[in-house]
């Protein structure tokens, strides 16, 4: 079992930054990819970025060349640097653990429990 917890969302003005951040406990060893999705009202959710423990990363179009994240491995932690937020990427921000395996498919899925980001004037 692991237990997955988000912190750092919040309201923001459009072009600023955000920083998230989500730490996996537990039986870790089970964990070898960690990463963000979003959720917005009405739609589905959606991948933002995931990073395995080789450094391996992957982000949505949307948010590429905005958005990094970064991992400490010791600390069994990720962040998402969110950098020219728009309106677009207001969102309930959910923190996702678990195994990827060789075809990327993911395999004992912890989720956490969602951060609201809101980007508005």
């Known amino acids: 079992q692991v237990q997955v917890v988000e912190s750092g969302g919040g309201l923001v003005q459009p072009g600023g930054s955000l920083s998230l951040s989500c730490t996996a406990s537990g039986s870790i060893f089970s964990i070898n990819a960690m990463g963000w999705y979003r959720q917005a009202p009405g739609k589905q959710r959606e991948l933002v970025a995931v990073?395995?423990?080789?450094?391996?990363?992957n982000y949505a179009d949307s948010v590429k060349g905005r958005f990094t994240i970064y991992r400490d491995n010791a600390k069994n932690t990720v962040y998402l640097q969110m950098n020219s937020l728009n309106p677009e990427d207001t969102a309930v921000y959910y923190c996702?653990?678990?195994?990827?395996?060789?075809?990327?498919?993911?395999?004992?899925?912890?989720w956490g429990q969602g951060t609201q980001v809101t980007v508005s004037s």
């Open positions: 996702k653990a678990g195994l990827l395996d060789v075809r990327s498919n993911w395999r004992t899925v912890y």
């Open positions: 990073i395995t423990n080789g450094g391996s990363r």
